[in-house]
T-cell receptor, first 112, second 112 residues
């Protein structure tokens, strides 16, 4: 069985400061892990994915995430937030033999 | 532009009715997945089709059914609609199994 927990439903940061969105997962097998972003009235967009290669994964728009097996975490970070980063972010876990599981989402607010 | 389109964009039905939602995959993609996203929640996996065959199903009752056509477009059918079926329904296509999924903008279904 697998599951994913996004530890914060809302995160607020000031523009230009670092972003940290936390995600913990549970999986019986070596998982694939993803982060997606959903802007209002737009489709989900893939930010980055981990599929058992490098543990530090770089994505689009300056985002990156680090796979930490010992902590079963896959936190999303960005060094400097931009107003356009305000959106809903979803952590996703999947493997070939099981279902695709989305977290409940973290709403990122950017303060001017 | 992801290339995945869904129709209709919005739909209102009453309890007990049946509904068909449609998805046109990105060109060349042979895999399509359907998700239900209730308000304030992450998307929940309904099922996936690969080359016209069902290839995995989430925890949804049999009144949720699907089809994938030879041109890889897809339908989601829901019978005997219930109030809790009100949600955003997302379709995602991918080049093959295990490849990145590209999401459509979704169909907003309201059941009264």
């Amino acid at each position: 069985a697998q599951s994913v927990t996004q530890l914060d439903s809302h995160v607020s940061v000031s523009e230009g400061t670092p972003v940290l969105l936390r995600c913990n997962y549970s999986s019986s097998y070596s998982p694939s892990l993803f982060w997606y972003v959903q802007h209002p009235n737009k489709g989900l967009q893939l930010l980055l994915k981990y599929t058992s290669a490098a543990t530090l994964v770089k994505g689009i728009n300056g985002f990156e995430a680090e796979f930490k097996k010992s902590e079963t975490s896959f936190h999303l970070t960005k060094p400097s937030a931009h107003m356009s980063d305000a959106a809903e972010y979803f952590c996703v876990v999947s493997n070939r033999d099981d279902k695709i599981i989305f977290g409940k989402g973290t709403r990122l607010h950017i303060l001017p | 532009e992801t290339g995945v389109t869904q129709s209709p964009t919005h739909l209102i039905k009453t309890r007990g009715q049946q509904v068909t939602l449609r998805c046109s995959s990105q060109s060349g993609h042979n895999t399509v997945s359907w998700y239900q996203q209730a308000l304030g929640q992450g998307p929940q996996f309904i099922f996936q089709y690969y080359r016209e065959e069902e290839n995995g199903r989430g925890n949804f009752p049999p009144r949720f059914s699907g089809l994938q056509f030879p041109n890889y477009s897809s339908e989601l059918n829901v019978n005997a609609l219930e109030l809790d079926d009100s949600a955003l329904y997302l379709c995602a296509s991918s080049l093959d199994l295990d490849n990145e999924q590209f999401f459509g903008p979704g169909t907003r279904l309201t059941v009264l």
